[in-house]
């Protein structure tokens, strides 16, 4: 029986647990949070800091792979545990690239990887040098999550909004889509991708929620899948690596930001399709054969979020309603407090038809709240 | 968050866990073997008895609910607990009509509920007035499982193969199909039936697999949907209940035996259908609203048991072949040891059209043995 030693405690690594009982694939999780959702349902839950040298190689010392749920870990550890001999996937070196945005962008161009014009920048007085990038986006190299370490900048007068570290300005995309793609290469080099996903944004732009599958064309779809094989090949990665792309008004699809783990934009692939995205991680990371990703059905994913203005236990409003609804999934995290905005969990939605789906996202939102 | 008490920690408990982790339930859990399949992920795993009277009212101090996965459990302190306030489902009164075939076969003759024909025998001697009963099956009343404790008696000769124990002795049914429904019934007396699952035989009489939808006609399974609807309503039943059935070739359809929690026949409802079992048991237990039972494709189960030849720390030999099918799902239960015919996990296929379904069953069957 393998065991597995996951660097992260969150829903993801929680979900991954799910995924790999079913393969009598033990899981050892390290985080920070002595309540992390995996803190109940890990073979072995170990408290400790994932950007720790010394802890993070205590934590690998028995087990038989090591990966990752979240990328702010210790790549110090992993180099030296890949050099010892263990399996550490993703690899270490595609892990520190993707720690900073600013190598990762690029990666991308020296392997055209189609991506947005951009520019290194040090420091806020260097903004006036980059009039011509406007509207651009400020992004922090690293440490950026979640929406923090991110600045739209429409005019000057938003450049002392900007930040005093390394960063890039990226030129503005005119957006006609945002989608995402997963994809997997195990060791064999064996490269499989799951259809795309649409990212649907409410007026207050939040994403209000993930499609699939996305409305684009054929050929959109194929652009992206093509540009996801060729990413995981030049990187010769291994495991899961989820890629957010924008496609614009021309029909141009071009690469946003990768993860290289299972992502918030792969939760729907648990109902929605053949195999799950957890499923999936697991088979890449252990060599395994790939499984199929095609979709069982339309789906939908909803993000449970804290609702704004309550701060404490959570408590879930609307359960019964929700539960219902046929064909409607919750997923809870185990967080025990709640706050506005914190991901507690999601729901997915599948349906024959998008009108039925789009039915019970709506019956969704309006009735599914945490509250304190 | 509420704790669910589980009475045994096998496979049962183990998918159940799976289910009530979407819905933040806590599961604790009460197994005599300390390597029961629910060891690790359970919240809470507890070694002791489960006839053990003061073992159960023990373990039950601190939840919210009690239920059970194996029916073999100390009814004394459930029925005591229930008094103390606590909610037990199923109830103890039918925890302990179930334990007793005789008992339950009574009860179906008193609720009109259709079942074969039987005598009460309390000893061999007692067969001898019974010769007009042949062919015959004799079953003890309590304590057979699994096989155990059933002796078929084709003619006289077999008397002597029978038991010096309460017994019943059927009379033999002239079986066309045996299928399998799983009803579930909540508090607010809201009732749901899982479509019927057929048990198909290979020549060895051992079970092959399962499959869904049952070759059956609209009226057999509307048939067999009444009396199960009629059997959780009569019992006043809250929780999960799943009906054996017999099929004779003038299509009656008649209860064979019943169990009172999620059940082998219900496995491949955790991909075939929209709403798996084990959700379901968990949904009728907190009374909270029912899934839809619909099935979302053609589904087969095939048990995956030691192959016979072989005991010791089982190894599982075919994993790459049936992982590279599509739709194909292999369940293992962290089983430690292989002996042979003992249930080591369940592989559910899932297609569009039977005959692919059939195709796959051959292949895993073909492909997948556990061996040491």
């Known amino acids: 029986m393998k065991k597995v030693g996951v660097l992260g405690g969150g829903q993801l690594g929680r979900m991954m647990i799910q995924s790999a009982m079913n393969l009598n694939i033990q899981v050892k999780t390290l985080d920070p949070d002595p309540n992390a959702p995996c803190k109940a349902t890990a073979h072995e839950f170990v408290v400790g800091s994932l950007n720790d040298y010394d802890t993070v190689m205590e934590f690998a010392k028995d087990i038989d792979v090591l990966t990752i749920e979240i990328e702010n870990v210790n790549t110090d550890a992993l180099f030296d545990l890949e050099k010892q001999g263990l399996t550490v996937y993703p690899k270490p070196d595609h892990i520190k690239m993707i720690q900073d945005k600013r190598v990762q962008k690029q990666f991308y161009i020296d392997n055209d990887i189609p991506t947005s014009p951009f520019v290194l920048i040090d420091s806020i007085d260097e903004l006036n040098n980059h009039k011509n990038m406007l509207p651009a986006v400020m992004k922090v190299g690293k440490g950026g999550y979640d929406g923090r370490g991110v600045q739209v900048m429409k005019t000057e007068e938003d450049f002392s909004k900007g930040f005093e570290a390394p960063s890039l300005l990226e030129k503005m995309v005119d957006i006609d889509k945002e989608i995402a793609i997963i994809a997997a290469r195990n060791e064999n080099g064996e490269i499989s991708t799951f259809p795309a996903v649409e990212v649907v944004y409410h007026e207050s732009n939040l994403v209000d929620y993930l499609l699939s599958p996305a409305t684009i064309s054929d050929e959109v779809e194929q652009k992206a899948k093509e540009i996801a094989t060729s990413l995981v090949t030049k990187m010769n990665f ?32 648990i109902e929605g399709n053949l195999t799950s995205q ?21 789906s939908a994913m909803v993000n449970v979020l804290g609702e704004k203005g309550y701060t404490g236990v959570a408590k879930y409003e609307g359960l019964n309603e929700v539960l219902q609804l046929s064909g409607v999934y919750i997923h809870l995290y185990e967080k025990h407090m709640t706050k506005p905005e914190r991901k507690m969990g999601h729901i997915t939605i599948v349906a024959p038809t998008k009108e039925e789906l789009f039915e019970k996202v709506d019956a969704v939102k309006k009735n599914f709240k945490v509250i304190a």
Request: proline fraction near 4%.
């Open 278 to 298: 957890f499923d999936q991680h697991i088979r890449a990371i252990l060599n395994l054969p790939l499984g199929d990703t095609s979709r069982r059905s339309a």
């Open 238 to 269: 291994i495991g899961l690596l989820a890629i957010e792309f924008f496609v614009d008004k021309e029909g141009n699809v071009i690469v946003n930001e990768i993860a290289p783990r299972t992502h918030n934009s792969g939760h729907q692939t």
